[in-house]
């Protein structure tokens, strides 16, 4: 089992920027990627961004890419999302999840049902 929980939701301005975290426990040495996905009111789970855990490839979807940037400190089995020029249509509650297939293409990563482990998420809320 691994364990995932995030912090570093909150409400920020249009324009402004957040942090999130993820932490992991557990098995962690059985993750063999990890993402970031958004739920916003009333609509399905969407990819936003993934990273190996080992060789650090980064993927992203089209709407975040130039704004945002995931990172990883396998030291303290985190993972990170820094969110920049943040919109209002990035509200959503933002979930981490772990891979723990060895397949890391971006296909597979891009998908929720390619997780095996979920937070319990974290709210952003950009105002305009």
């Known amino acids: 089992q691994v364990q995932l929980v995030e912090s570093g939701g909150g409400l920020v301005e249009a324009g402004g920027s957040l942090r999130l975290s993820c932490a992991a426990s557990?098995?962690?040495?059985?993750?063999?990627?990890m993402g970031w996905f958004r739920q916003a009111p009333g609509k399905e789970r969407t990819f936003v961004a993934a990273?190996?855990?080992?060789?650090?490839?980064?993927y992203y979807t089209n709407s975040v890419k130039g704004r945002f940037t995931i990172s990883r400190d396998n030291a303290l089995n985190t993972v990170f999302l820094q969110m920049s020029s943040l919109k209002p249509e990035d509200t959503a509650v933002y979930y981490c999840?772990?891979?723990?297939?060895?397949?890391?293409?971006?296909?597979?990563?891009?998908?929720?049902?390619?997780?095996?482990?979920w937070g319990q998420g974290t709210q952003v809320t950009v105002s305009s």
């Open positions: 990273i190996t855990w080992s060789g650090g490839s980064a």
């Open positions: 557990g098995r962690t040495f059985s993750t063999r990627a």
């Open positions: 999840a772990a891979r723990t297939s060895p397949l890391t293409t971006f296909a597979t990563i891009s998908t929720s049902d390619g997780y095996d482990y």
